[in-house]
């Protein structure tokens, strides 16, 4: 039982990170209809923004704002000047804007920052443990999961409360009918963008805080898993994405767990297996109806 | 409510090489309901597209009293008094039909302001009250099709256009929708009505324009066009051309 409860905590600091990166990408990608690959170089600049704070000599919780604050700018500026000129390319000339756009950013990082790993301490309370039953749990999981929970309460209470957050809603639904109702699509996409900037500020966090260090090339990995976790949600579902991302950050940690230590390395290659599987029996995601059932 | 006069000129869509509407000119007067009939692929939803902004025109003018549409972004047609009640009815089906009806009122001043008129689009649609809270793609045909007008209404338009009310929906529902539409007119609604089903636009339309691949190849009153205009030729002729 005690490890049940374990594992459930890793699955859900995990899938913490994955899900509120799934969860900015599949914004963009219900509204636009593009796939953001540079959507993980948000994450790595509010990382480094951290890191510009912390040699500035700035206190944590200034770090944590300068991150949040810098992803979420990032993600506005990525739109105004990468994406708006492209505006009604076909999806393979997005795809490739926002990989060229991927590349540019690493390695500007690597050219004018250091082509290495940068160390960034954190406070050692996120290294602190307390101890539930038999289970240890790390107050970064915690810091994590509830930070992860209050930034989902809040952007959901946005979007179903307000006349924008509703016009978002709509243009993830049908882009073209909400702007004829008169949702402007050029606020509305910026602030996608800017929404999806700042939670993957908040997801770079968590990310420093665990590995407590920067490196150019790190939102890759997490935003390969936020895509799986877009696509085993439902593409053009943001609920969707959401439970995608915790499901395969669950199934990470299941597998992580479950393996004998010789097959452990392995656990990626079982979770994507299982990720097909999923996609096999339904192919339009989980939380997303199949086209003749809508 | 006051109606305003639409005047299309020389209105020309393409996409690609193919041409789906060829310089298209019609008006309607203030307070006039006009059908636009014809065929599959005739050009009538590109007519309606270019008109909101949807669709780029290659070429021509639209004109809503003196306020020019012609190259507007969609949402700031809407504002200027133009709503489209589109082909398929496309409601946010995820969302209620009051988040629905709300965002049909953004290009209203304020909050109050789309409380009101929300609360007059309900005494239009009562089957909207009693499903309130239901998400759109919950609802029959025949209540999305409600709420589609109901949306588009929310703007409080000077011009309401609207793409094949009747598609899908039984002969009971239809009469109560064109109903409601020559209710609407009455009240002094400029409309622009594009519909398959001729004879039951042109029972409640003043004037009829008939488009063929993309031209106007009739034009009169609804009296005329139904009396002179071989519509069964037409629509069979159209069939041969696909």
Redesign the interface.
Known sequence: MTEVVQQVVNALSLGSTYALLALGLAMVLAILGMVNFAHGELLTLGAYAMYGAYKLGLPFGVQVVVALAAAGAAGVAMERVAFRPLRGAGFATLLFASFALSVVIQNSLRAFVSPRQLALPVPSFFDDVIHVGGATIGWLQIITMASTALALIGLSIFL?RT?QG??M??AA??F??????????NRVIATAFGISGLLAGLASIFDVARVGTVSPSMGFQPVIAALIGTVIGGVGSLTGAVVGGFIYGALQVAFDAALPTGLASYAPAFSLALVIAILYFRPQGILQQAAEE? | MGGAALKVEGLSVSYGNVAAVREVSFHAEPGELIAFVGANGAGKTSTLGAI?G?VPAAAGEVWVDDVRLSGM???RV??SGV??S?EGR?V????TVE?NL???G??LADRGAVSAKIAEVLELFPRLRERIHVSA?DLSGGEQQMLAIG??L??DPQVLLLDEPSLGLAPRIVEQIFELLRRLNQEGMTMLLVEQNVAAALEIASRAYVLVQGRIAAAGSAAEVMEKTDLAALYLGSEADR
């Open positions: 179903r006349t509703l016009g809603l709509a639904q049908d073209q009918i909400a702007r004829l109702v008169g949702v402007p699509a809508r | 909101v949807l972004r969609p949402e809407v504002r709503a489209l589109p496309r946010f089906a995820r969302l988040e709300r965002l049909g953004m290009p793609g949306r588009a929310m703007a």
